[in-house]
């Protein structure tokens, strides 16, 4: 079993829709949760960055952590075509002072006009 | 700033040639990493280093394998000889320090061994 494990997808959705892209994870040390957008021949970028448990919003995008349930959700309202790409979920649980992150397949995302 | 910059952007080799891939952090970045992407594992880890160290190799999936930092600006990752199971693109980012801050990511190398 996978420490993360992500949907590759692809999801598609029409412009505007809301778009819902989650992880799970097996680690409950785990403690720094992320999402990165990667766009086509890019380098992932980070978009959110979440602490612990919580809600965390930043214009159109909000990541939910439950630490309970061992899943995070990334949330996109108002899609735009914009939005076309592949979204990575990763943790970290900082052991050893340093912040290795565990990276989730990568969510393949078209938002279609 | 420029980011992380990485050279060159595609490469393609014979198998058996060595391949020496390149980077430079973002100035004043403690930390550096390498990554590979592939269609069936992902975003994997290679090596790390701090101050110009190496700290963590243990995703480095062999001997053929190497990397170096011998400066702060500076860092190559080299296959030698070269698989064609090696074709991936490679990323390098760095981060300011280790504890939770981002790693930002350069462009990457897509390197294909024919």
Redesign the interface.
């Known amino acids: 079993q996978k420490e993360v494990e992500q949907d590759p997808g692809p999801l598609s959705v029409p412009e505007g829709a809301i778009v819902s892209l989650n992880c799970t994870y097996s680690n409950s040390a785990f403690q ?1 949760f ?1 999402w990165y957008r990667q766009y086509s ?6 978009l959110m ?1 979440t ?1 612990s448990s919580g809600n965390k919003e930043d214009g159109r995008f909000t990541a939910q952590v439950d630490k309970s349930s061992k899943y995070i959700s990334l949330f996109i309202r108002d899609s735009q075509p914009s939005d076309s790409a592949t979204y ?1 979920c990763a943790m ?1 649980s ?1 052991s050893g ?5 565990i ?4 969510t393949r995302l078209a938002v279609h006009p | 700033d420029a980011g ?1 910059i990485q050279s060159p952007r595609h490469e393609v080799t014979e198998m058996g040639q060595e391949v020496t891939l390149r980077c430079k952090p973002i100035s004043g970045h403690d ?1 550096l990493f390498w990554y590979r992407q592939t269609m069936m594992r ?4 290679l090596i ?1 280093f ?1 101050n110009n160290v190496p ?2 190799d243990s995703g480095m999936p062999e001997d053929r394998f190497s990397a170096k930092m011998p400066n702060a600006s500076f860092s190559t990752l080299k296959i030698q000889p070269s698989e064609p199971r090696d074709s991936a693109v490679y ?1 390098c ?1 760095s ?1 300011p320090r ?11 190398t ?1 390197l294909l061994v024919l």
Do not use: C, H, W
Not at chain 2, 42 to 45: F, H, I, N, T, V
Not at chain 2, 98 to 108: D, L, M, R, V
């Open positions: 720094y992320m021949r890019k380098g992932p970028e980070l960055y602490y990575l970290s900082l002072g340093y912040n290795k992150l990276f989730g397949a990568g | 992380v930390y992902g975003l994997e880890l790390y701090n700290i963590d990323f980012a981060s280790a504890a939770e801050e981002t790693q930002y990511f350069g462009p990457g897509r």
